[in-house]
Antibody
Framework: EVQLVQSGAEVKKPGESLKISCKGS????????IGWVRQMPGKGLEWMGI????????RYSPSFQGQVTISADKSISTAYLQWSSLKASDTAIHYC????????????????WGQGTLVTVSS | EIVLTQSPGTLSLSPGERATLSCKAS???????LSWYQQKPGQAPRFLIY???SRATGIPDRFSGSGSGTDFTLTISRLEPEDFAVYYC?????????FGQGTKLEVK
């Protein structure tokens, strides 16, 4: 069974750093891209960026480039999202999701999602 | 960047009725890379449709997707109580992934 299990909720102060995680299991972690999606309170889904754990190739949304860093440790099947200096506006639920792709079947979508990590930034 | 605009923002219907949700792209999108998701309060999004019209595993056949180019539609033929949720379309192109702002499907 494919699973993405994210780290627990975090409460931080503005200016602090943070790294949250997403551990994949039940599939070959290095062969699928893992994306990160932000959902601010009461709002919609925003794509932040994506990483291919096999070679750490990473792409960012222009809105998040330079604001966050996405990384992965394939030895432990885990992807990460980190901030060097949090702001109150970073308060949101952050989801990781697997980008499932099969060109032969026209299959391309975020097919499995983590449970979400709530990050609260408040002084 | 391709912008996806969903309409209506909120759709009020009763169980048993038909729901039609729209997703319009600011420029042409490959149908292969247009997908739909359902999100209920307090839950992660759930994958529904890929390739604009193919249902994901386990998705009931009352859900169907259609469209091409810049206009895509998610149809729920007969609403069940569990279908009331927020629905998002999403596209991939040129290494960028974007979501629509969502349509809330609520009980009338």
């Amino acid at each position: 069974e494919v699973q993405l299990v994210q780290s627990g909720a975090e409460v931080k102060k503005p200016g602090e750093s943070l790294k949250i995680s997403c551990k994949g299991s039940g599939y070959s972690f290095t062969k699928y891209w893992i994306g990160w999606v932000r959902q601010m309170p009461g709002k919609g889904l925003e794509w932040m960026g994506i990483i291919y754990p096999g070679d750490s190739d990473t792409r960012y949304s222009p809105s998040f480039q330079g604001q966050v860093t996405i990384s992965a440790d394939k030895s432990i099947s885990t992807a990460y999202l980190q901030w060097s200096s949090l702001k109150a506006s970073d308060t949101a639920i952050h989801y990781c999701a697997r980008w499932g792709f099969n060109g032969d079947y026209g299959y391309a979508a975020y097919d499995y999602w983590g449970q979400g990590t709530l990050v609260t930034v408040s002084s | 960047e391709i912008v996806l605009t969903q309409s209506p923002g909120t759709l009020s219907l009763s169980p048993g009725e038909r729901a039609t949700l729209s997703c319009k792209a600011s420029q042409s999108v490959s149908s292969s890379y247009l997908s739909w998701y359902q999100q209920k309060p307090g839950q992660a999004p759930r994958f529904l449709i890929y390739g604009a019209s193919s249902r994901a595993t386990g998705i009931p056949d009352r859900f169907s997707g259609s469209g091409s180019g810049t206009d895509f539609t998610l149809t729920i033929s007969r609403l069940e109580p569990e279908d009331f949720a927020v629905y998002y379309c999403q596209q991939y192109g040129r290494s960028q992934y974007t979501f629509g702002q969502g349509t809330k499907l609520e009980v009338k």
